[in-house]
């Protein structure tokens, strides 16, 4: 067997988490990333657009098309250079002014009834709820080819994710931390796979025990967290977090894996504290990060702890392969 066919058989979801991440960084600095082009129409009034989303009217500032903006929620009047937009509170009150595009924070089944009545007037409705940064980026992409900002949005989001990128690929190698994310105690609740939270504990250079999942939220008892073995439980509230807070969740949780707290907003810190965020993430995982999984030739594990035999799907005749974290 070939070294590169052995590689394989060693290299776990870690590896190529961060191997993905270091093709999407090559592309990033290089410019290798397509760049969306709408079609060319100099015709075509400026669309008229309504926010009630203050992240998405943060992006619309980005790709320069404050001048779009006809109304923005209260929230986003704030905003240097919206202070004298009209200000409305629900997405009702923006059927009046029969905008182009209303951008939503989130779409519930009273907002989705009128939401269908923007649409069969003609106007386009876009709910920006991103719940992970691959969400975040298609957004800002997809707004951008509606205002014909195309090129300015694939810019914006390179130039987000640029850092971010740069301290993904520098935890490539290296056998990365277990993590568990609590996000709430009444019930239960650890970050899915699919969130910003899991983004941040892989780009600081750790391994969510709910990678893989499609989740938001998981659900789940003491015992249950305890079985996934975190190095890491991480308690994220977007409040400061008292000592007797901290103290009962350390009673809960118990003796075993280390526990450290986190404050910040999961709905809004991507845009502006994003990689600080990651940063100060970075600095607690650091200490429990272990050596290479793989020696400089790529083929011998290192440091490789036991592995639930339940966790991996074996291949007849294959060779054990480093843990499958789930």
Not at 124 to 147: K, M, Q, S, T
Not at 155 to 161: D, E, G, L, N, Y
Not at 194 to 220: C, K, M, N, Q, Y
Not at 267 to 278: G, I, M, P, S
């Amino acid at each position: 067997m070939s070294h590169s066919l052995q590689m394989v058989w060693y290299a776990g979801p870690a590896f190529w988490s961060t191997l993905i991440h270091g093709l999407l960084l090559a592309a990033t600095l290089f410019g290798c990333s397509p760049e969306l082009e709408p079609a060319p129409n100099s015709s075509r009034a400026m669309p008229r657009v309504v926010s009630l989303s203050p992240a998405g009217t943060e992006v619309l500032l980005e790709l320069g098309a404050a001048e779009t903006l006809i109304a923005v929620d209260p929230d986003s009047r704030s905003l240097a250079g919206l202070e004298m937009l009209p200000a409305i509170v629900d997405l009702d009150a923006s059927v009046a002014l029969a905008p182009d595009l209303v951008i939503v924070p989130r779409l519930d089944r009273e907002n989705l009834r009128i939401a269908e009545q923007l649409r069969a007037q003609g106007s386009d409705v876009i709910e920006f709820a991103p719940h992970n940064f691959d969400d975040a980026y298609e957004l800002c992409r997809v707004l951008g080819l509606r205002l014909g900002r195309a090129a300015e949005a694939s810019a914006f989001v390179r130039r987000h994710s640029r850092e971010l990128a740069l301290m993904s690929a520098a935890a490539f190698g290296y056998q990365r931390p277990r993590v568990a994310a609590v996000l709430g105690f009444s019930p239960l609740e650890i970050a899915g796979g699919h969130s910003f939270t899991t983004d941040l504990i892989e780009i600081a250079g750790a391994e969510s025990v709910t990678h893989g999942s499609d989740e938001l939220r998981v659900p789940l008892t003491v015992a249950e967290l305890q079985a996934t073995e975190p190095d890491l439980v991480l308690i994220v509230s977007a409040i400061p977090i008292s000592e007797d807070d901290r103290r009962d969740a350390r009673a809960l949780i118990g003796d075993g894996p280390e526990i450290a707290f986190m404050v910040f907003d999961r709905k809004h810190f991507w845009l502006r504290r994003a990689v600080e965020t990651a940063r100060q993430l970075r600095e607690r995982v650091q200490p429990l990060v272990r050596g290479p999984l793989l020696d400089p030739s790529g083929v011998t594990p290192l440091d490789v702890r036991p592995v639930d035999a339940t966790r991996l799907a074996p291949t007849p005749g294959a060779r054990p392969r480093a843990p499958v974290y789930p």
